[in-house]
């Protein structure tokens, strides 16, 4: 609109800035709104604004269902939550990938989850518990390549039930139908609803 005013209604001397001014009365500064927008991106506790959270990519492993990928915050607090407690970190693979899992899983009783094996196929150690398959950068943690995502979704693919073997442990991969089928009951579980207490009556 200003372009047109400028270009049939106004001598050149005249023209119209097309430029969209904000005025802070707080500070009261008189400046261009995308001066205005750096400042609040720079600062925004300062001007009530929700700071941007960083978020990553990751694939989430839960104890009898299949991964799943996730987005979720890149602080400590974030990952905290996914795995339900403190975090322990390992990096068994020669990819640039962690383990984001639950430090104290075993000792809390969790679901054991999956099994960690080694070059021959042996076991070595189970998570217990849900954990997360992150990315690595150069200074933290950080999302999945989609190549990564897929690898570990097929890794990991199959839920595990662990049976002890004399002084080892044996992983028994469940077979998608039953995983299925155990999806398909928890969400068809009834929501219970509280007995109604019968008044008794004074004889």
């Known amino acids: 609109m200003v372009r047109g005013v400028n270009a049939t209604e106004v001598s050149e001397a005249d023209f119209l800035s ?7 009365s707080d500070d009261h500064i008189f400046e261009k709104a995308v001066t205005f927008e750096s400042r609040v991106a720079e600062s925004p506790e300062l001007y009530g604004a929700e700071p941007t959270r960083d978020t990553m990519t990751v694939l989430l492993v839960e104890p009898n269902q299949h991964p799943r990928p996730v987005e979720i915050g890149t602080e400590l607090e974030d990952l905290q939550a996914a795995v339900g407690g403190y975090i322990e970190v390992v990096y068994p693979f020669d990819e640039p990938v962690g383990l984001v899992m639950n430090e104290e899983g075993k000792l809390d009783g969790l679901t054991l989850n999956r099994a960690l094996r080694d070059d021959n196929g042996e076991i070595y150690d189970v998570v217990a518990g849900s954990f997360l398959v992150v990315g690595l950068t150069d200074e933290d943690f950080g999302s999945l390549s989609p190549d990564q995502m897929k690898a570990f ?3 990991f693919h199959s839920p595990e039930v662990f049976v002890r073997m004399g002084r080892g442990i ?8 039953k995983v299925e089928k155990q999806q398909e009951k928890k969400l068809d579980v009834p929501e219970l609803k509280p007995h109604k207490k019968v008044k008794e009556e004074a004889l």
């Open 170 to 177: 044996m992983a028994v991969p469940l077979p998608d139908e």
């Open 153 to 155: 979704e097929e890794k």
């Open 18 to 24: 097309d430029s969209v001014y904000h005025y802070d």
